[in-house]
T-cell receptor
């Protein structure tokens, strides 16, 4: 398997523009996570899905952020409008959530998308 | 809510010396604990995990960690540091309704001196 695939790897955009980050999880995984990494705040969980359903979006900073998972093999994170403070590395991760806690696999991370908003 | 605290944002060791990265957790339920490593411009890679089996967990690249409930700790060690170990290390605890949501510590950057 190619692992978790994120695109683009780098994105530079102007303030106010819409930005869409994409993620393809590992085939067969049923949990997907979006994280944001910054120097100031470290790794923050933004949202996670189980079986394509958003379970916890309490980490989404504000209404400008939205995430979707239309099917088991694709997810997007959208920022509209973007602001300079959104500049960060955004990671997507996937895992297999088993029916019993403890049987889950670990989270596998993509390479990340480095977003710069100028 | 569960949380982890990593003591020391930067650790520097000499090549061949012992590596010790500290992690303490807070959890109201039996925790599942993880160590991840991040190399520059890369995603995170799992080093090892504790899921209530053996308290001493062995991982990849010669790393191991010991779960100590009485100290609420899960420190990461390696007997002999190698230059290739230079990276950032994250401790994490799982929580959430489904138990697979990870909460990460702030990270510790390990520097290995020749």
């Amino acid at each position: 398997d190619a692992g978790v695939i994120q695109s683009p790897r780098h994105e530079v955009t102007e303030m106010g523009q819409e930005v869409t980050l994409r993620c393809k999880p590992i085939s067969g995984h049923n949990s997907l996570f979006w994280y944001r990494q910054t120097m100031m705040r470290g790794l923050e969980l933004l949202i996670y899905f189980n079986n394509n359903v958003p379970i916890d979006d309490s980490g989404m900073p504000e209404d400008r952020f939205s995430a979707k998972m239309p099917n088991a093999s694709f997810s997007t994170l959208k920022i509209q409008p973007s602001e300079p403070r959104d500049s960060a590395v955004y990671f997507c991760a996937s895992s297999l959530r088993a029916s019993r806690r403890g049987d889950d696999t670990e989270a596998f991370f993509g390479q990340g998308t480095r977003l710069t908003v100028v | 809510a569960q949380s982890v605290t990593q003591l020391g944002s930067h650790v520097s060791v000499s090549e061949g010396a012992l590596v010790l990265l500290r992690c303490n957790y807070s959890s109201s339920v039996p925790p599942y604990l993880f160590w991840y490593v991040q190399y520059p411009n890369q995603g995170l890679q799992l080093l090892l995990k504790y899921t209530s089996a053996a308290t001493l967990v062995k991982g990849i690249n010669g790393f191991e960690a010991e779960f100590k409930k009485s100290e609420t700790s899960f420190h990461l060690t390696k007997p002999s540091a190698h230059m290739s170990d230079a990276a950032e290390y994250f401790c994490a605890v799982s929580e959430g309704k489904y138990g697979n949501k990870l909460v990460f510590g702030a990270g510790t950057i390990l520097r290995v001196k020749s």
